[in-house]
């Protein structure tokens, strides 16, 4: 079947051979066909729904209009002149002879010519404009392209391919971290046609979507959507089969290209004017008219193509529920609307995601030699974690995992089960030493994550400070007479997870647990400590991670050396936080340890996220360092 795009809707059509032709038409409400006739074909018609008002030449040379409505058929005879106005949206099956070129338009509402209209009959194009570095989210660009940043378990770009018809060509315009945006297409749009086109400059003066799109203007020879990668709307993309902008209400036009509508049609356009009008462009627009398109664009500036709307045949204004994505404040704004249904995310800075697209779960990095030792470890933890159907350079992907995390599971006997199982099965102990790799792993790397932390705070995080009634010592003063030679005396094993957080364990409906999200290594070698497993755990169940996807459950507030910190969590995990510090003791660990590793892996954790949650982790961990001090 082929799908040919028209201003007024579609056809599609079904059979096309030497004897006939059978297409089935849609036609949008308020539109109207072409006033045409046809000098060889012969046309039936049947109204399968809607209500339209027909004109059709009779035998005496004169066109009658009459009502018709679904369960109505009419018949077009050779030299009729004939028109189709869709009163309700409506739907058309029509048989016809096979001259299907024969078209001698009389009138158009499009301007179109007689004949075959050569650009309706190429499959239509999706150009996303992701070539920028993307400078206004600042660290959370700095390892991925602004279209891959998550939102909803989807990178942002799939939202956008997700809301396109189905056989539209994806043209993907790219320019910073290009390989990234190719392979996650691949993977998780499988049955997308993707055109990817390369930015020789996307950064500095001259650059810009104006620019950027100019690279892909010989693919872009028909009808097509354009969309910045930092624009996200909850809406379709309506077809490209009519000229359209994308608009939202604005009372600040000044900041914004801005548009003038009557009766549903742009009339003016301006450019950031405080003279300008009532809606913004949110960098959104379907091109039917593309030889206009071309010809008005001027430089880097996208917008300039619509300077002079009158050029166009026309241009339909769109009222779009629209989020700009493209800063901090604004990402964190959308990911709190579209996650709302399920746990809030907690946005990570150091280069890696996670995605749930269709039943694929992905991950990705910015980082090749941590997707190659993610690779190497699956298929040395083998049974235990999910298979991986896919591993390239920027990512590795598996099928999803049916059954329910730790968190969701809420049930004590399968945590200690689970616990059982782990010791049964991975945290079998080996000869060899790590006290090196130990060092490395805990001091080294606390040292590296405290100073990325805070690098990006004031001198009075070097202070000492009072945290929720403790007084505690400066963190360089903690840190400093921290028995580091006793830390470093792991339990080396090889079956070691690295990330061992309730939500990364899966209770399957077959009651058997999976693994997700394994580290790679453990400072940089293929053996790790149990303790460290022992303590990530410890840490969760201390401070559940899935409450603290939503940032109403915590909050941290800094008075000069004052820090008052709270958090909610849930009574099951307060209920088995003695089963667990039992469990560990009585299995012949050092409960201490545990919790002196947690306290570390807090820190860690603290320049991970954003200013907020990063804070109370590190207060978090100081009250928790003090405390152990003080024993």
Sequence with gaps: MKTIYKPWGKEEWI????????????INAGTKTSY????QKLETNYIIEGTAEVWLENDEGIVEKKIMKSGEFFTVEQLKKHRVIAIT????????????DDVIRISDDSGRGSGKIEHEHMKPALCILAAGIGSRLENFSEHINKGLLPLNNQAIISHLIDKTPEDYDVIMVLGYKSEMVKE?????HPDRNFIFVTVDNYEGKETGPGYSISQAKKHLQRPFIWVTADTVVTDDLPPADYNWLGLYPTSIPELYSTANITDGNVIDFKNKSTDGYDYAFIGLAGVYDYKTFWKELNGSEIVSAYYNVDKYSSIRSKNF???????????FRAKKVFEKSVDYSIPKTNGEFLYKVNDNFIKLSSDESFIKGRTKRSSELKDLVPTLSYSGKSLYSYKWVEGSTLYDCNDIDVWVEFLNFM???MWKPVSVDIKEDCLKFYKDKTEDRLDKFLSVRDESYLGSHIVNGVEAQTIESLLHNFDWSSLSDGIPTKLFHGDLQFDNVIYTEDRDFCLLDWRQDFAGKDIGDVYYDLSKMYGGILMSYKLMKDDKNFSCFIDENVVNYTYKSEPVLNTFLPIYENWITKNGYDLNKVKTITSLIFLNMA?????????LLFFKSKQMLQELNDK
């Design 36 to 39: 045409q006739y046809h000098d």
């Design 607 to 615: 320049p991970l996220h954003e200013k907020e949650f990063g804070n």
């Design 321 to 331: 529920d629209w989020y700009d994505v493209g800063t901090v404040d604004n990402y």
């Design 184 to 188: 996650y297409c691949k993977i998780a």
């Design 15 to 26: 059979e096309l051979n030497d004897k006939y032709c059978y297409k089935r038409i849609y």
């Design 423 to 425: 010791k049964d099965k």
């Design 89 to 100: 949206d409506i739907i058309l099956q029509e048989v016809s002879t096979p001259e299907v």
